[in-house]
């Protein structure tokens, strides 16, 4: 029996399986490491996955169980799964290093232990969400994603954290509710729930001419959903409440993984269920083109007239969601491809710009306003430099993985004449109101605050974690920005295979 088949399934039980034994783990520090041991273990099993599967050119399915379609259970993996499994376990053990020493701050002792238990079922969820092969599984992890996102918002445990949860869970709720209803119609007329079955149903369904309308109802209704969840424009009111209310890590977590993982879902669905050519014909792909276009205008300038860093950054989440709504739309499978490369460059650049905000209001008495943390890159320069990396990438300056995304972003508009002109408008003015909101901050941090006399104030005190975690996040962020080709290869393959 080849083992490497058994990671898919092995990464997910490994993440669930470490939030019911940290349950009798009563020290939060042994948590946390039980937590980045699992990370670190599903990253090098994530890694082989990756190598076995892209030189073998394969994309392989384990059956759960011993029950075949429709009753069974299945995960499927490819190139593209892999990577995203390797991103996920990386990032994820990033921001929880980066984050060690506010994660004891800002959660009461007593209920560390809970916190990582949260951590370890929203790391094994968004896996299920990568590998699962099956609609109505998906649904339940999206659930179980929902919880956890609530509490990690919630773990602050204050007055606004409350406020800001139940409105993320009411906004949540009705995404869940439009992705359940459009799976229960799917199921009516098909009956069937493993995608590649669905796949074969929907096609004979399209070819007799028949539930041509109930289709494109059922796929409004889920990609509906999913926009919701994602936060796209103007479904992304619950962000600025919750960043602003979570934790450091938490806020990482969020911003860079958990709304992605609600968007490769989307993607899977439509090579694995649909095809892009249908979701092109029921003029879907013309509605998410729209509201990204429209979310990469309205987020830059809500981000633009904020003053508070941590909201600044949730609206700059809006306007990047929109940029990989903007390729998916595109309909194409260079723009698919676009926008997989932009979630993995927002995914490194926001998260490490949430892990090094932290340190900086750390470092400046807690402040949120921008002109509160002056001198911040002063008293801690690896913050500084780690804000610099991060706003450069999200801007999309050369050598960083913001400007290989959206270099392709650009590339793939081409092949659609009609909406060409305005994507690459947009993009342009994006990139602009970037670097606008990004500029006050960025001077606030660098401007000199001398005390005494002369000097900026004491240094704060190093820690070994965040430095660890805020260079290899700078790492990796330069290693895609230049090696951009090697990731755009495992996505050709990835989706090629997927489709």
Known sequence: MNLILNIPFFSIFLAMFGGIVTVLIKKGDN????????????????????????????????MMGHFPAPWGNELKAGPLEAMFALLFSVVMFLS??????????????????????????????????????DLFTAYVFIEINTICSCALIMAKDSGNSIIATIHYLIMSLLGSGFILFSIALLYSITGQLLMPQLKESVTLLLQSGRYNFQL????????????IKSALFPFHTMLPGAYDSANTSSSAVLSGLVLKSYIILLIKVYYCVFTIDM???????????????????????????????????????????????????????????????????????????????GRMKDVSLSQD????????????????????????????????????????????????PVKMAAALIIIAASMILNAMYFIPPTVDIWSPVHVGDGNYGPRAKMSKSFVMACVAFIAINFFVGINYKYIVHIVELGIQLMG
Do not use: W
């Not at 460059?345 to 892990?355: E, G, R, V």
């Not at 320069?381 to 392709?408: E, H, N, Q």
């Open 216 to 227: 494109t109802i059922i796929v409004a209704l889920f990609t509906i959903g999913i926009a």
């Open 279 to 357: 979701i092109r014909s029921m003029r879907i792909s013309n509605l998410l083109f729209f509201l990204g276009l429209c979310g990469m205008v309205a987020g830059s300038l809500m981000a633009l007239k904020e003053r508070r860093i941590k909201r600044e950054l949730a609206y700059s989440s809006v306007a990047q969601i929109g940029y990989i709504y903007m390729g998916i739309g595109l309909g194409s499978d260079l723009g698919i491809e676009a926008a997989v490369l932009h979630i993995i460059a927002h995914a490194l650049a926001k998260s490490l710009l949430f892990i090094v905000v």
């Open 31 to 62: 948590a946390r490491r039980l937590h980045m041991t699992i990370t670190s273990i599903t990253a090098v099993l994530s890694f082989i996955l990756l190598l076995y599967t892209y030189y073998g050119r394969q994309r392989f399915t384990f």
């Open 96 to 133: 929880i290093g980066g984050g060690k020493l506010l994660i004891k701050k800002d959660v009461l002792p007593e209920k560390q232990g809970f916190y990582f238990i949260i951590m370890n079922m929203i790391f094994g969820s968004m896996l299920a969400l990568i590998y699962t092969n």
């Open 369 to 416: 306003y921008n002109h509160c943390l002056k001198c911040a890159a002063h008293k801690d320069p690896v913050a500084g430099i780690g804000f610099l990396v991060g706003t450069f990438s999200i801007i999309g300056v050369p050598l960083f993985a913001g400007f290989a995304s959206k270099l392709y972003l650009s590339i793939a508009s081409f092949i659609s």
